[in-house]
């Protein structure tokens, strides 16, 4: 596959073994994120392919209620595998405490923005336990490498505080702008594990959560305030 060189993580010398699996998923995420840019960029993505993705979407909830992904057997992950599982959590994370705290600002309480949340909600939270369950059936650890870290697409700490500042008359097109960054990253990472992973049970999850970033993409543009990227 042409693309961005797989990037190499640096040795040091004296560190433990976690330490290393640390740096070589750094280094795969780089090359994951670098990858599927490359990918995207050539395939020309932009307004006709969300056009297509909208056309072809599936409502999130019946995407939520397919069938889990949590394999019943072993499964052997590679390193695109590992590096998918390990930014996708904490992406979800963020979003849920962004969900979360939505609620309590009265700027949440549209009846189609709450809907909206709560079917955000459901889904990442639905995603977090099939991507522990294979994480668990692949028998490696979770680690959050990322906190701290601005990867692009995360909802962080430092933005919740942003948002947590912000007038309530704001705060719909900024959290949308937060939502719908998070929604996006999350296709060009899916698309880069069906393109480099190893794990068909991954693989297959990778391809359901991109079919829900859809829907969830395009529900985000019917929302007032929500401004669109075309």
């Known amino acids: 596959m042409s693309g961005a060189a797989p990037v190499a993580p640096p040795v040091i010398a004296g560190r433990s073994g976690v330490?290393?699996?640390?740096?070589?998923?750094v280094g795969v995420v780089a090359t994951l994120v670098a990858t599927t840019l490359a990918v995207g960029l050539s395939q020309g993505w932009g307004r006709s392919d969300r056009a297509a993705d909208r056309s072809a979407a599936v409502p999130s909830a019946a995407v939520a209620a397919s069938p889990a992904a949590v394999p019943t057997a072993p499964v052997?992950?590679?390193?695109?595998?590992?590096a998918f599982i390990q930014l996708l959590i904490p992406m979800n994370e963020g979003v849920l405490a962004l969900i979360d705290h939505l609620?309590?600002?009265?700027a949440g309480a549209d009846p189609s923005?709450?809907?909206?949340?709560?079917?955000?909600?459901?889904?990442?939270?639905?995603e977090l336990r099939d991507l522990r369950g294979i994480?668990?059936?692949?028998?490696?650890?979770?680690l959050n490498i990322h906190e701290g870290h601005q990867m692009p697409g995360m909802v962080t700490a430092a933005s919740l505080d942003e948002l947590r500042a912000t007038p309530d008359t704001e705060?719909?097109?900024?959290?949308?702008?937060?939502?719908r960054a998070h929604l996006?990253?999350?296709?060009v990472l899916c698309r880069g594990e069906q393109t480099a992973g190893g794990s068909p049970e991954l693989k297959a999850l990778a391809d359901r959560i991109q079919q829900a970033r859809a829907t969830e993409l395009s529900a985000l543009d019917g929302q007032p305030g929500a401004p669109r990227v075309d």
């Open 19 to 25: 330490d290393g699996r640390v740096w070589r998923i």
């Open 76 to 82: 052997v992950l590679n390193g695109t595998d590992d």
């Open 103 to 106: 609620d309590t600002r009265p």
């Open 113 to 126: 923005l709450r809907a909206l949340l709560g079917d955000l909600r459901q889904a990442h939270q639905a």
């Open 135 to 142: 994480l668990a059936a692949g028998s490696v650890p979770e």
């Open 171 to 179: 705060v719909p097109s900024r959290a949308a702008a937060l939502l």
């Open 184 to 187: 996006a990253q999350t296709v």
